[in-house]
């Protein structure tokens, strides 16, 4: 987002939801004449992301806020109906949120997207960062070690659970991953809008494809606005 427009435009403030309550968490960014403003929550679990948005949706709205939400499909839920990755159960779990939010008052407010299958299928596509982290953590020998080629397959139609491939992928350069702060931060840290935009040339990770879309959609026209 930052890469779109610059520094100064943005302001962030971060929240965690804890027993009900909204306790702020680190990356509070204000610079003083920013003109688009973020409240990013993070609810602890996937299977929470939509009833957290729900409870405080009207609250949202009446402040001006579109809300985007995001979960991982892969879950506990989804792992009762299938232990791979199946588009009928993908689609069972889509339609139910839309069901959901298709009831609320200004649903068009309200833009809610599934990493599929985990957010790690992201980053496993844009896999050019990886090599940024490591020099040893090529699309070649990642797939000579591993047997999966980066720069062929769709990680989000290839692994059921990709975060597991993440931390295969990154062991091979001694890195932990084990999704903690700082490991987050290392790794998106380096990535680049021209890593986005050839992941979406590929027309693989149409769920991050999405996302990101939309992301940049309302971004834009704020910005314009």
């Known amino acids: 987002m930052i890469?779109?427009?610059?520094?100064?435009?943005?302001?962030?403030?971060?929240?965690?939801?804890?027993?009900?309550?909204?306790?702020?968490?680190?990356?509070?960014?204000?610079?003083?004449?920013?003109?688009?403003?973020?409240?990013?929550?993070?609810?602890?679990?996937?299977?929470?992301?939509?009833?957290?948005?729900?409870?405080?949706?009207?609250?949202?709205?009446?402040?001006?806020?579109?809300v985007i939400g995001l979960r991982d499909m892969y879950s506990a839920e989804y792992r009762k109906k299938s232990n791979r990755i199946d588009e009928t159960v993908n689609e069972y779990f889509i339609h139910a949120v839309e069901k959901i939010i298709g009831g609320l008052n200004n649903n068009d407010k309200l833009h809610f997207f599934f990493a599929i299958m985990e957010l790690e299928s992201w980053l496993l596509g844009l896999y050019r960062n990886l090599e940024r982290m490591h020099n040893s953590l090529t699309p070649e020998n990642i797939r000579i070690n591993l047997g999966f080629d980066l720069q062929v397959i769709d990680p989000e139609t290839e692994f059921f659970q990709p975060a597991v491939q993440l931390k295969l992928v990154l062991g091979l350069a001694n890195i932990r991953y084990d999704k903690h702060k700082s490991e987050m931060e290392n790794i998106l840290s380096r990535i680049t809008l021209e890593d986005i935009e050839q992941l979406i040339a590929t027309n693989r990770c149409k769920s991050f494809a999405s996302f990101f879309t939309e992301i940049q959609r309302e971004l834009l026209e704020a910005h314009d606005n």
């Open 3 to 66: 890469q779109l427009i610059g520094y100064e435009q943005l302001s962030f403030d971060c929240f965690e939801l804890n027993s009900d309550r909204l306790l702020p968490v680190a990356y509070k960014y204000n610079p003083p004449n920013a003109q688009i403003h973020y409240q990013i929550i993070n609810v602890g679990t996937d299977e929470r992301v939509l009833s957290a948005i729900i409870e405080r949706y009207d609250k949202f709205v009446n402040l001006g806020f579109d």
